[in-house]
């Protein structure tokens, strides 16, 4: 719920679902954090107050929600990003889902997920996985899943098909500084096998062993996204998120 300009962090991610086509969206919280749901719920005292101040374009952008079905479910243990998806396992209806995680923003024309769809367009597989990347510093790897790429698309080579997966190696040994973010779109398949996934993480489960499992068995592309990806999730980038998003909007309502 961390403030980005007008609105709290998580109503840019819900957004984002929207923008490209998302009316199912689920919430995975803990106890304690069901603010995050509520804010998308309807509010017509604070409608009221935004009309006096004069912010009728808040109140429009929040009209967007009322057409989208919200879930929430818990997660009562923190066992890994695996796991937290395993909670809404009984939710996904749909032959693929999109996963995002809070901690990541890429600033641009386009978010990662608009990048993520635009590459099952080329790719044409429905029944792939697709990973959002981006290449960082080699010194870097020990802080993100590394692909291993097998081949470039020939007329897109930010799309990549891979053939391997490593969780934090260290620099020498990774495969690639293509660096896994926070963004999926998986197959309904992977969310089936996770329960069933070898742990290499100490007993978590961990979305990127189910991927593990299925080299071979469904194709697994990545795509180096465009634009400027923000780390939410420390202070440094949470303050940049504020100055380079939160700059933006105050100048759009001048």
Known sequence: MLPIGNEPLIARLVDECLDIGITDICFVISKGKEIIPEYFFRDPKLEEELRKRGKDDLVAHRKRYESVNFHTVYQHEQLGDGHAILQAADWVKTDCVAIVFGDDLIHGKKSAL??????????????????????????????????????????????????????????????????????????????????RVNSSHGGEIRLIDALITQLGDITIYGYECEGKRIDTGTPNGYIEAVKILGAKEEVAAV
């Open 114 to 195: 608009q990048q993520l769809v635009r590459a099952q367009e080329i790719a044409a597989d429905p029944e792939a996985a697709f990973i959002a990347l981006e290449n960082i510093a080699r010194e870097d790897t020990r802080r993100y899943g590394i692909v291993a790429v097998e081949s470039e698309h020939e007329s897109h080579v930010r799309l990549k098909k891979i053939n391997g997966l490593i969780e934090k190696p260290k620099p020498e040994e990774a495969p690639s500084t293509l660096g896994i973010i926070g963004r999926y779109i998986i197959p309904k398949s992977t969310i089936e096998i996770l329960p």
